[in-house]
Structure formats: C-alpha cells, structure tokens
C-alpha cells in the first residue's frame, strides 16, 4: 500500500483529499503548513507528496526543495 502526504494549509482540502485517498486503499497522512510537511518528511517515508503550492508558511518551490533534500526518491 502506497503512503502518501497531502500539504495544505485548507483544513477541508486535506480531509477531502485524505477520506478519497483512503477510500482508494492508499495510508495517508496530512500536514497543514509547509514546516509541519517537511517534520513528516523527516521522521517517515512517503511514496508521495501532494503539496498545496500556496502555502502560509513557506512556498510551495522552497518546501517541494527541501523534501527533495530529505528524499529525492520521493514523487511530488
């Protein structure tokens, strides 16, 4: 089963995103700003990334940025 990471700073998005992703048979995990994406990142591994490119945080480039710091084999 593929685990994935939605990044939004909309709650609605992530719970929208995350009931159909589970629904589909997929482990899914939300963050709701960039720094809380890029923790996860950091203490789990993920097969993919969704990341909202507007985020309150940080950008959605610097963010995409360091996730590929921290795993370039991830899919974003």
Do not use: Q, W, Y
Not at 26 to 41: H, L, N, P, Q, R
Not at 66 to 71: P, V
């Amino acid at each position: 089963m593929a685990k994935i990471l939605v990044i939004d700073d909309d709650i609605d998005i992530c719970n929208l995103l995350g009931r159909f992703l589970r629904k589909k048979g997929f482990e899914v995990d939300t963050a709701m700003s960039g720094k809380s994406g890029i923790d996860k990142i950091n203490n789990n591994r993920f097969d993919l990334v969704f990341c909202d490119f507007k985020l309150r945080d940080m950008d959605g480039r610097e963010t995409l940025g360091k996730i590929h710091e921290i795993d370039p084999t991830v899919k974003v």
